[in-house]
């Protein structure tokens, strides 16, 4: 548990909070850029500012206060121009930097002292960035899903009812997939008839969840370059087939996570980016890698979706893994409050979750850069799961008989998107493809030289 005053620092995180002011040393994910194809000017809520993000007619990204300084027009209905926004009511127009740069129907030309907010802004592997720090802006880390090559993408994006941190945690819980992801998943599919029809290939979400419940010796974690690292030990005296340890996905400070390998047909980031102090924007940046040998079908852009996460009823939808966690995020409430909890072994990782956040702010408080704060304009590309990629050739990894989990979501193509949020993805269809030639791609591999 944590006291009031703890919880209030790691969660609240508008402008002079400490944990807002740690949250300003990183560049920020906004949007998916392929969202302003369709609308060159949207608004975004980010780390409790409104601000209107825009692309104007040079192909520059701008992301300004959202409040024109004449008479406060919401700037999200602005007019991109050569360079800026034009607010659409008398046409005052703002640039990058959020200065008015023209206010054309005004006889006073001479330059306001008042500015609207501006804050840099990057585009990178489909998705813009926004630094909201002290400038100058560091590096943006070229985090390795990002830049990943011969690779199909896709990025999900939903709003979640509740603060960041109820997200991030989720991450540091490597326990909660036996339940919420195997024993809850069942139990939704019973609830809705569909058990037997979902469950009736035999190789199934519910099965490895359930499973990964059965001989637990410990749950372990440990900090890493850039996050830390946990998972589940199994024991054979505790029932388990064999001792093993059992890693899950790793945090990568301060919100993302990463799940399944670099380099391998599906991984993820999670980005849990805090609009405000009750609501997150959650983003799952899908990968799905081809290996040397087989081309990843081309993208023109990374396009994104919103999974949905309740029917036309209005009922939540819970067969698949991302809405069953997000259904217990917001069931917390929109802050838990963390001094009532009860922590229990499964929440080891969650512990040190807490303390890396609790160091990092402290050390922005004393005036240093935290964690995953790059100075300089460039980084190599970073291993955020401090593992080495893929290599299918050398590690044979497809033969490998790695969990079934993990197995299991190279082969889209025979119905296995199924449990995941990337069923409701534009690029599901490319991503079949590209399983299916993989797998053509491992046969060949397979079958013996002729002679
Ligand atoms: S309100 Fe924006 S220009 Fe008048
Ligand atoms: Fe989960």
Known sequence: ????????RLTRVGPGTPCG???????IPVAPSAQLLENPVRPVRVLGEDLV??????????????????????????????????CPYHGWLYDADGRCAERPLESNKSELRQKLKGYPVRE???????????????????????????SVRQIGVNIINCNWLQCQENTGDPAHSVWAHGHFFEYALERSGKLEERMSSGDHTIHTRKKWGVGIDD??????????????????AQGAEKDENHRHSTVIFPFYTQTGKTGSPRSEFQIRVPMDDTHTYHICYQVYA????????????????????????????????LAQDAIMWVAQGDIVDRSQEILGRTDIP????????????????????PMNYFEGETTPTLY????????????????????????????????????DADRYGPAIELVKDLHRRIEEFEIAARAPASP
């Open 1 to 8: 548990m944590l006291s009031k005053e703890a919880n209030e």
């Open 21 to 27: 002011e740690l949250m300003r040393r990183y560049w």
């Open 53 to 86: 993000l825009y692309k104007d007619r040079s192909g520059n990204f701008g992301l300004i206060g959202n409040r024109c300084l004449h008479r406060l027009v919401d700037m999200q209905f602005g007019i991109p121009d050569v360079n800026g926004l034009r």
């Open 124 to 150: 990178m592997g489909g998705l813009l960035f926004a630094w909201m720090g002290p400038l100058p802006a560091p590096a943006l880390p070229r985090w390795d899903l990002f830049v990943w090559p011969n």
């Open 219 to 236: 749950i372990y974690a440990a900090p890493t370059k850039y996050g830390f690292e946990k998972g589940i030990g199994y024991s054979r």
């Open 290 to 321: 081809a290996p040397p040998g087989v081309e990843a079908p081309k993208q023109d852009y990374v396009p994104w979706y919103e999974p949905p996460t309740h029917d036309a009823q209005g009922r939540p939808i819970l067969d698949y893994v």
């Open 350 to 369: 969650i512990v040190l979750l807490r303390r890396q956040l609790e160091e990092q702010i402290k050390l922005v408080e004393q005036g240093q850069a």
């Open 384 to 419: 955020g799961s401090c593992e080495e990629p893929v290599d299918w050739m050398a590690e044979d990894w497809f033969r490998r008989k790695h969990v079934f989990s993990q197995a299991y979501r190279k082969m889209y193509h025979k119905g296995f998107a199924l449990d």
